[in-house]
């Protein structure tokens, strides 16, 4: 964590003799739906590093890793597998592994979560040395950015939608984590908070504060419902 705001640091010190205007332009907003087509390349700048900001795509990232990581390194903003919503891409000096080639460019992949399931985004990546035109590449949700600001409740799509929801089902959280718990372990971090957080809510504690206080994200919640809910159905039916 503290070389992830160390380096977030680092990549927003301003350019000397660079002019504001032009040190505003360091963000650039993209849809997610055209950086994982692989319509925005991300440029990783020695010195600076490049940030993927997912925070207002409504989706976590579960799961990422490069194809070569010799040449960058890979951080989060938390343990990934508790769901992380920024990525920090760091250029270093070269290494050398062992039958794997280095190559001039890579891909970044990500698995993204939502509470309409889950998706893989994969991201072009390659390096320079030069000045950079942005180094944090903000990823919007693929309607137009500000449609969701002007649209009424009634309008919002789904996904906003059930991110409003603030209970569930704990019978389908507990299935989800169960399912999810034969691949992660018992001792992983992610399964003792969701369980902790199953054991406060069934004795009376508010849903959504309790997820807070456990640093658990909802979205991650809404997920292991929605995939809890499936495996409780279909135990239903083959019992009947």
């Not at 991201?123 to 030069?130: A, E, T």
């Not at 957080?197 to 069934?202: L, V």
Request: aromatic share 4%; glycine share 6%.
């Amino acid at each position: 964590m503290k070389s992830f705001l160390a380096s977030a640091v680092v990549a927003a010190i301003a350019i000397p003799g660079l002019p504001l205007a032009a040190q505003a332009s360091l963000v650039k907003e993209a849809s997610l739906e055209s950086v994982c087509r692989g319509d925005v390349p991300l440029v990783v700048h020695s010195g600076m590093g490049a940030t993927v900001d997912f925070t207002q795509t409504g989706k976590v990232v579960q799961r990422a890793w490069l194809g070569d990581p010799s040449q960058i390194t890979l951080d989060a903003d938390r343990p990934i597998e508790e769901g992380s919503r920024v990525l920090f891409l760091r250029r270093i000096n070269g290494l050398n592994f062992d039958g794997l080639p280095s190559t001039a460019s890579t891909v970044l992949t990500t698995v993204l979560i939502s509470t309409s399931g889950s998706e893989v985004c994969q991201i072009p990546v390659s390096y320079s040395s030069s000045l950079p035109s942005y180094t944090s590449l903000k990823l919007m949700p693929s309607e137009e950015p500000n449609s969701r600001a002007i649209a009424s409740e009634e309008d919002d799509d789904p996904v906003a939608r059930r991110l409003r929801i603030s209970s569930v089902n704990l019978d389908g959280v507990e299935a989800g984590i169960n399912a999810n718990a034969r691949s992660l372990g018992e001792d992983n971090p992610v399964v003792i908070r969701v369980r902790a957080f199953i054991a406060r809510a069934r004795n009376g504690a508010e849903q959504k504060s309790t997820a807070q206080e456990l640093e658990i994200q909802w979205p991650l919640i809404l997920e292991l419902a929605r995939q809890g809910e499936k495996t409780v159905s279909y135990t239903e039916t083959v019992s009947l």
